[in-house]
C-alpha cells in the first residue's frame, strides 16, 4: 500500500475497500502502477451531489482525478472539484478510499482513490469545466445516484460513506 494512504487510513475513520476489475490488456501498463487519486461527494444546500461526465468515463463519475507531486489528497479533491464543476467546497474529511486493482490475464495495476465528503453553497456549476476543453461532458446535481452510472464507480456505497448530516 502506499505510504501516504497508509498514513491517511491511520490517521481517519476511512473506510478501506478493494474493488478488482477485469480490463483489456491494452488498459494495464505496469508504469501506472501504485497511482494515486482524490476526489470529493459534494452535497448542495438541497441535499444534491454533484457527478460528472467526463471524455474517458462510461457513465457518471465523481469530480476527481489524479494527485500531483508534492500535493496532499485534500488539496488534490480540493483542485479536482474546482476544476471540474467550477464549485468551490469545503472538505470534511476522507471517507472512503478505494483500492482499485485492474486485471489482464497475469498483469495488473493497483492504484488509490481517496473520496472526501464535501459541502458546498452553490447550487450552480462554473462556465470553465475541466483542464481542458473537451475533458468535461457534462456536470449536474442528483438527488442520489445517478442513474447511469460509470462501471468504475460503486456509487451508493461513496454516498452512503459520504453522507453529509
Known amino acids: 500500500m502506499d505510504d501516504a494512504v497508509t498514513a ?4 481517519s475513520d476511512a473506510t478501506h475497500v478493494v474493488r478488482e476489475f477485469e480490463v483489456p490488456s491494452e ?12 476526489g470529493a461527494v459534494v452535497w ?21 482525478g489524479g494527485v500531483e507531486d508534492g500535493e496532499t489528497f485534500a488539496a488534490a479533491a480540493r483542485r479536482e472539484v474546482r476544476e471540474e464543476t467550477g464549485l468551490n467546497c469545503t472538505l470534511l474529511g476522507p471517507r472512503r ?14 492504484g ?12 450552480e456549476f462554473g462556465d470553465d469545466l475541466g483542464e481542458h476543453a ?14 447511469d452510472v460509470a462501471g468504475v464507480l460503486d456509487a451508493e456505497a461513496m454516498l452512503r460513506d459520504c453522507r453529509v448530516e
Do not use: C, K, Y
Open 8 to 11: 491517511l487510513l491511520e490517521r
Open 27 to 38: 488498459d494495464v501498463s505496469p508504469d501506472a502502477d501504485g497511482w494515486t487519486a482524490a
Open 44 to 64: 448542495n444546500p438541497d441535499g444534491e451531489v454533484a457527478f460528472v461526465e467526463t471524455h474517458w468515463s462510461d457513465g457518471w463519475v465523481l469530480p476527481g
Open 97 to 110: 478510499v478505494e483500492e482499485q486493482v485492474f486485471r489482464s490475464g497475469d498483469e495488473s495495476i493497483r
Open 112 to 123: 488509490w482513490f481517496v473520496a472526501f465528503a464535501a459541502r458546498t453553497d452553490a447550487t
Open 134 to 147: 473537451d475533458e468535461i461532458e457534462r456536470v449536474n446535481w442528483f438527488d442520489g445516484s445517478p442513474p
